[in-house]
């Protein structure tokens, strides 16, 4: 796991670990430390995320509609939660990707206005 | 929803197995088992409080806290069960009483009347501005006002007049009473009403000359016609009158109260004369115009009036009062009254619960500050000990509701029949909202001081002195505080229900000039035909002589006017008639007319001269008999018989005097006897063809109502009989200030009991917090005596405190009430001598038994205790 110096992390900001959790749960049911995995490996263990903070956060989108769980047993026989992407919460992902894309974009332009030119 | 919300149920286990996997994924990437498990907990983080920030996304963390709050609470309660019930117990009575007179005070005073609009509708009453009158307010009008009113305002919509009263209406084949009120045509209009069957008033059928018609209410044809349509088209008989019924109003619509018929007028307008003040106006207001404005407007109209028709309009203005205040008159005063009784009563128990938690807070001194030490803040500290005070509240209100509906309905049933809208009386909605607030303003009153003091423990002292022995300080003092605080708020009441209580012995002594007792009435409408009244003054005479041959008939009579229930009045002249002077400066008095013999069974006992006989009647020289006030007042020393009276009545016929009698209260027990003339009935006409018989009887009255019905009934089936008893009659008079007197009485009684609880729970505390430092003093030689001094000394100080701010608020508070006493005033020295020193004694017994209590202690056992 430490396989990049702690100064090379950077923080999550507020509301993209929904963001990143919906967008790994596209990729099929799977349960929570395999979705913190995921993040950090997808991100070549840029982003760190605290893994703890991975639970509120699931809970929120529960709430929201946008996830769901069933109980199931994994690949070592453990007892686990296994949580998948609802339709709503699919519809959740792309709107949010839209919003990111413009967001990331235009913050872009405003650092290197040179490209523009 | 729910389902979501379980996945709170394994967080424990989802966390333990993310773990277990990141642990195993370390050792996988060669780390040593121990340390692979150390660094996956530090790379996941504070468990405890990942798992309340995964909580808290489903739960308030505030309602959290506040669960456990009222956890600890039920479980403190549970400990101390007696002591609580007892608590709570105390202020359901407080929160029931309260909300049982809310209740009528909600539906009488603040509810809006069930109409369209009802804050538009307006009464119109006179106002006279000068002479002796001045500022009297008289809500009788005359039409020829009215008419001019309405043909200058502006600022109405609609405008109507009526009389109401209780009349001989036959709607099948045998006369009886209704209420039948008699409306101009816009009546219906004024309020936004309808009837629910059959329509409202045609204008042909309101107009002078026309048919007439009328209109019943819902109740009235479901008892004569069983349902309200088959009323419809039906004909009842008023009078001489033949109407038939166009409509039936729905039951909520209900004025003038207890209306049975709504008549349409249709005599000749022209004829009524402008004094002829026998009607109500009510309007609505156009909705642009306010009730001040149309007040501007009537004044203006007035003025205008007085100069045109100085005799009679003359400083008389006019004002224009919202319905809804109209209605509510005089009982509001009481109302009120009530509720501020019933307010201290609640607050009497406020500071007797207080003092109850505030000596459970010291005993829990320890254990505020174990918390205290384990980290809680006072803040948190404060907001526990609120939320026990809120849960008990909360328990009280829901026994106090259960308390509030029995009550209301007992208030109800007891109240006087002036108090107006009883029926729209429930714990309903608002009034459950008014006891929901009641409980949390309730529980801060009680909860607050001790959850205050018990914040200001230090921490380490009581946990030093683990027998918590810190006698003394703040604490006493908010508790002797509280106790000062009962002690005056009970002189306050029990003075306020002591001048009550005199005032209605006071009343119920005054003397009357009569015997009411063993009379029995009987109140009798016969119709004349048309003009002729020998119909009328026959069936009189003849039920007269029936009835004088029943055996246990002392003395028979009848008149218009039973005392207490004057009918008419009118100014007199003597010897004879000014040709200037107006009606109206003449020397008022009251008129009745009455039958032979109706002194006699009235005990009025005849001064001078004759009784009228059987001779005076039509055609007879007219003769009349005064009371003594009017020989007083008209003729001082000089013997009035054979003088000569004329009066306003139904002629200005001269009188000659034949007789003085006995003054009676005639306006009731709490107005002193004024000038009354007495005409005889025969040569007379009166008050809607009305008399009462009035019959005394040798024993019980009521056993021979039934015969005396059935000797009128068998006279004439047209006549509608009323039977009741003269004390029955007088008691409509002291209904309202027996109703608020019991009231304040048994709220002073509770407020006595709660004081009094207080002062002897908090010497019993204090006695037993200083029984150690009372064994050491008896052990060294100090008398019982001085022991028993030691601790009286500071229960007398308490209460005279107590007592003398309670006098001091009651002579500022019982003004509030003068106006509603009789012959006591509101700073009566007895009342307060007497409230003081019963209050003074019973405090002084509430303190001296813990003081004995204290003294008989064995020293010896006292100090080991330990």
Redesign the interface.
């Known amino acids: 796991?430490?396989a990049k110096a702690d100064r090379d992390r950077i923080e999550l900001l507020q509301g993209t670990l929904d963001l990143l959790i919906l967008r790994t749960l596209r990729l099929g049911r799977t349960?929570?430390?395999a979705i913190?995995?995921a993040i950090a490996r997808g991100s070549d263990d840029v982003l760190q995320v605290?893994?703890?903070?991975l639970?509120?956060a699931?809970?929120?989108l529960?709430?929201r509609?946008w996830i769901?769980?069933d109980?199931g047993t994994s690949d070592n026989n453990?007892?686990?939660?296994f949580y998948y992407l609802t339709p709503k919460g699919r519809k959740q992902l792309a709107i949010e990707t839209g919003r990111w894309d413009k967001l990331a974009g235009a913050i872009a332009r405003i650092l290197r206005p040179a490209a523009q030119e | 929803m729910t389902r979501?919300k379980r996945?709170?149920d394994?967080?424990d286990?989802?966390?333990k197995?993310?773990i277990?996997?990141?642990t195993q994924?370390?050792i996988d990437?060669g780390m040593a088992p121990e340390e692979a498990h150390r660094?996956a907990m530090l790379?996941?983080?504070?468990?405890a409080?990942?798992k309340e920030?995964?909580r808290?996304?489903?739960v308030s963390r505030r309602l959290d806290e506040m669960r456990q709050d009222v956890r600890y609470a039920l479980r403190a309660m549970r400990r101390t069960r007696g002591a609580t019930m007892v608590g709570i117990l105390v202020m359901a009575l407080g929160i029931g009483a309260n909300t049982a007179v809310f209740s009528v005070v909600h539906a009488v005073l603040l509810n809006p009347l069930p109409y369209a609009d009802p804050d538009r509708i307006v009464t119109l009453t006179y106002l006279s501005t000068g002479g002796n009158a001045s500022g009297e307010r008289s809500r009788q009008v005359s039409v020829p006002d009215f008419l001019d009113w309405q043909s200058q305002s502006a600022s109405f919509d609609s405008m109507a007049y009526y009389t109401s009263g209780r009349t001989s209406v036959m709607a099948g084949s045998v006369a009886e009473y209704a209420v039948v009120t008699t409306v101009t045509e816009e009546f219906f209009r004024v309020f936004a009403a309808q009837p629910s069957v059959g329509r409202s008033f045609s204008r042909e059928e309101a107009t002078e000359g026309g048919a007439g018609a009328a209109i019943i209410s819902d109740g009235y044809a479901r008892q004569h016609f069983g349902e309200p349509a088959r009323g419809l088209g039906r004909t009842l008989r008023l009078g001489n009158r033949s109407v038939s019924i166009v409509g039936v109003m729905p039951p909520a619509f209900d004025f003038p109260v207890a209306t049975d018929v709504w008549f349409t007028a249709v005599g000749s307008r022209a004829q009524l004369a402008r004094r002829g003040n026998n009607f109500r106006a009510i309007a609505r207001l156009k909705a642009e115009v306010s009730v001040e404005q149309a007040h501007t407007e009537m004044t203006e109209i007035s003025e205008r009036l007085g100069q045109l028709y100085p005799d009679t309009n003359k400083n008389v203005r006019v004002i224009v009062t919202p319905l809804q205040r109209e209605i509510v008159g005089e009982v509001e005063s009481m109302l009120y009254l009530l509720l501020g009784a019933v307010a201290l009563v609640l607050l009497i128990a406020c500071a007797t619960m207080a003092t109850l938690l505030l000596a459970k807070a010291t005993a829990r001194i320890p254990e505020m500050a174990v918390r205290a030490a384990l980290g809680a803040s006072r803040s948190r500290i404060v907001k526990q000990l609120l939320v026990e005070a809120s849960v008990q509240a909360l328990a009280a209100g829901t026994i106090g509701v259960l308390i509030a509906i029995w009550g209301t309905r007992t208030l109800v049933a007891l109240s006087p029949p002036d108090v107006p809208r009883l029926d729209e009386v429930g714990v309903n909605g608002s009034v459950l909202l008014f006891t929901l607030s009641l409980c949390v303003l309730v529980s801060f009153l009680f909860g607050l001081p001790p959850a205050l003091q018990a914040a200001r423990v230090d921490v380490t002292e009581p946990l030093r002195l683990s027998t918590g022995r810190i006698s003394g300080g703040g604490r006493s003092r908010t508790r002797e505080a509280l106790v000062v605080a009962e002690i005056a708020l009970a002189v306050v009441l029990v003075a306020t229900a002591a001048l009550l209580v005199r005032s209605l012995v006071a009343l119920q002594q005054a003397p009357l000039g009569f015997q009411p007792t063993n009379v029995l009435l009987m109140q009798a409408t016969a119709r004349p035909n048309g003009s002729d009244w020998s119909v009328s003054r026959a069936f009189f005479e003849g039920v007269l002589g029936d009835i004088s041959q029943l055996p246990g008939v002392v003395a028979a009579g009848a008149m218009m006017g039973p005392p207490g229930d004057v009918k008419s009045d009118s100014g007199y002249w003597v010897d004879r008639m000014p040709k200037e002077s107006p009606l109206s400066a003449a020397r008022p008095a009251a008129m009745n007319v009455v039958a032979p013999g109706t002194f006699a069974a009235l005990g009025i006992p005849i001064r001078q001269g004759r009784d009228f006989h059987d001779g005076d009647r039509g055609g007879r020289p007219q003769v009349v008999i005064i009371n003594e006030a009017l020989a007083r007042a008209a003729f001082r020393q000089r013997d009035p018989i054979g003088r000569v009276i004329i009066a306003g009545f139904d002629s200005m016929d001269p009188m000659t005097i034949v007789g003085v009698v006995g003054d009676v209260r005639q306006y009731g027990p709490a107005r002193e006897p004024q000038p009354e003339i007495y005409m005889p009935y025969q040569q007379h006409f009166y008050n809607g063809a009305t008399l009462f018989v009035v019959v005394r009887t040798a024993t019980e009255p009521t056993a021979l109502g039934p015969s005396i019905e059935r000797k009128a009934r068998e006279r004439s089936p047209d006549v509608s009989v009323r039977v009741t008893t003269l004390n029955a009659l007088l008691a409509t008079h002291v209904a309202t200030p027996k109703f608020r007197t019991w009231l304040l009485s048994l709220f002073g009684a509770v407020a006595l009991c709660l004081a009094m609880a207080g002062v002897y729970g908090v010497m019993a505390f204090v006695a037993g917090q200083r029984s150690k430092e009372i064994a050491v003093r008896m052990a060294l030689g100090a008398g019982a005596r001085s022991v028993l001094w030691l601790m009286l000394s500071r229960g007398l100080k308490i209460t005279a405190i107590g007592l003398t701010a309670g006098v001091l608020g009651a002579i500022a508070s019982t003004r509030l009430v003068s106006g509603m006493l009789f012959q006591v005033q509101s700073h009566d020295v007895v009342t307060y001598a007497g409230v003081v020193g019963g209050l003074g004694l019973l405090s002084l017994l509430a303190t001296y038994m813990p003081a004995r209590r204290a003294t008989r202690l064995d020293p010896l056992l006292a100090l080991r205790q330990e």
């Open positions: 796991m430490p349960h929570g430390h913190a995995k605290e893994q703890g903070s639970y509120p699931l809970h929120r529960i709430k509609g769901a769980f109980d453990r007892r686990a939660k | 979501d996945a709170l394994d967080v286990q989802d966390i197995d993310h277990e996997r990141q994924d370390n990437a660094q790379n996941f983080g504070n468990v409080l990942v920030d995964t808290a996304i489903w």
